[in-house]
């Protein structure tokens, strides 16, 4: 699922290549048609974000004041791919890569044709497009959204209180987070992940922010100190305006890229599931809370990796093997070194001998082979 930073890059991207702009709004789909017609012909008057949700407002071209808003929510399937002509500088597309090594640094620019009054002439849609926005000199497309409406800035305002701090707003209160965090008997991993309590953190940020700040998926949130929640969101802040200014996650400091040696030893080890999907961890740099927090508990894999062998952590993890797809790869590749939001990024080998993290050549990121000799859950980047 994109996180929020793949939001705000969104919001920025159609306010800089629409803003201003009466845009033809169509539904090639269907699914939006009605939305779509109540759209067609306003102008982008604001785009912004607020966690993962995207709002632009359109206003009536002959009453400013007259205001609807496109609320939408890219899910884990959802993405906007972009395309125009040479006045029209944008990513070909932000969202989920629509296919495999796809990044939105990817030019936009393409040929295409005008019409009498100098506007771009759109290729006909490709696949199921919900909406289309076309502009003066380009067009997007958006697919596969888990949440696609219009509402009335009323309507959107009770929608967006609804959703916590973000940390990418610069005005954001995380005082809020803050007290509902230290409500909570749940683990901290799962706070985070909940939209209400902090808006835009993800799997990954949630997976790296923890680790880095050696704090156990597992502790309550009421058990967490002041201080231990004010890092976490001080945290978050950093790692997303790192991936909004870059445009891609980067979850490692200068002196942890791939080739140098860690700084934080120790098995890296699966946690059980949290708020749906697994959130990894490194036992050594995160202390399993149970002996000092009241109400925390230690998985058996996390119990296991702090006490056994790397092998015998690792297989103290258990693993569905009809549910874990299998690759074909060996592991003759030199393994850098990762942290726990690397694990969510690259293809992830557990063997015998522990998990390790293989970085392969672009040629070689083929569709994986079944195989006997490579056992463990991959996740291809991006």
Partial sequence: ?????????????LGDVFGGQALVVSSPQGRFSDGAAMLDGRRLVSSRAHGKQLFLE???PDDPSDVLILRSHL?????????GDSEFSAASSIGAPRRLGERESEDSLQSVEHDDDGRVIPDPPVGAVRVRLVGDHGWADLRGPALCTVETPDEAAVAEAKLG????????DPAAFYERAARSRRPIAVLLMEQDMIAGVGNIFRAESLF?????????GASASEETLEALWSENVELMRAGVRLGRI???????RPGIPR????????TTSTAVRGCPAVAAAQPCSASSSPGARCSGARAASRRSHPAEAAAAHAIDADRVPKCGLDHRYECAVPSPGELMTDLRLLSAEGLQICHQPAERRRRPRRSADCRGPRFWRG
Avoid: C, K, N
Wanted: glycine content about 10%; hydrophobic content about 35%; overall charge negative.
């Fill in 1 to 13: 699922m994109p996180e929020g930073h793949s939001v705000h890059r969104l919001a920025t991207q």
């Fill in 58 to 60: 359109l206003a009536a």
């Fill in 75 to 83: 899910g884990i399937y959802g993405a906007w791919g972009f395309a």
């Fill in 165 to 172: 701090p973000d940390p990418l707003d610069p005005d954001a």
């Fill in 212 to 220: 880095r700040q050696g704090v156990d998926p597992f502790l309550p």
């Fill in 250 to 256: 980067i979850t490692t400091d200068t002196a942890d």
């Fill in 263 to 270: 700084t934080r030893p120790g098995p890296i080890t699966p």
